[in-house]
């Protein structure tokens, strides 16, 4: 029965698939979404200035990253286990969240996935999949958690 529960949410969750890959770079980055395979030359100038904004002491963010990191400084290999962390805190409290944790929780991943943008190249490929494993199951998360609301 578990199975064939999951199998359910992932047949769900394939129409929002079919959207992210549908959709512009730049669109992907404002809404924190999956970030392409291949690399550009550079973010657009309103990704940076957001970026360089961020303050290292954002709560929200702290909270997600077990940390107190600035982004717009974060090296290529801090960033796999920046991820971790926060997949980790969305594991542990996912179930209590309404749509605004989501929401922040969403914003903090696009945060991390500005950083990859800029620094994936420098990153070994095993640790671009284990990023891109965090990203998706995410996404997977959140998917499932909005198919549970339409059908309670």
């Known amino acids: 029965m578990k199975s064939a529960s999951l199998f359910f949410l992932f047949v769900a969750a394939l129409p929002l698939a079919g959207q992210a890959q549908n959709a512009t770079q730049e669109e992907l980055l404002k809404r924190g979404e999956l970030t392409g395979s291949r690399p550009t030359s550079s973010l657009p100038a309103q990704a940076r200035a957001a970026a360089r904004r961020?303050?290292?002491?954002?709560?929200?963010?702290?909270?997600?990253?077990?940390?107190?990191?600035?982004?717009?400084?974060?090296?290529?290999?801090?960033?796999?286990?920046?991820?971790?962390?926060?997949?980790?805190?969305?594991?542990?409290?996912?179930?209590?969240?309404?749509?605004?944790?989501?929401?922040?929780?969403?914003?903090?991943l696009a945060r991390l996935n500005q950083r990859y943008e800029q620094v994936r190249t420098d990153l070994p490929l095993e640790e671009r999949l284990r990023i891109r494993s965090f990203q998706g199951e995410f996404y997977t998360l959140r998917s499932a958690r909005t198919v549970k609301e339409k059908l309670d």
Request: charged share 20%.
């Open 54 to 108: 961020q303050p290292a002491s954002d709560p929200v963010q702290q909270h997600f990253l077990n940390s107190d990191v600035n982004l717009a400084q974060t090296t290529a290999d801090q960033l796999p286990d920046l991820y971790e962390r926060f997949i980790a805190t969305t594991r542990d409290e996912r179930r209590q969240w309404n749509a605004q944790q989501w929401e922040a929780a969403a914003q903090v």
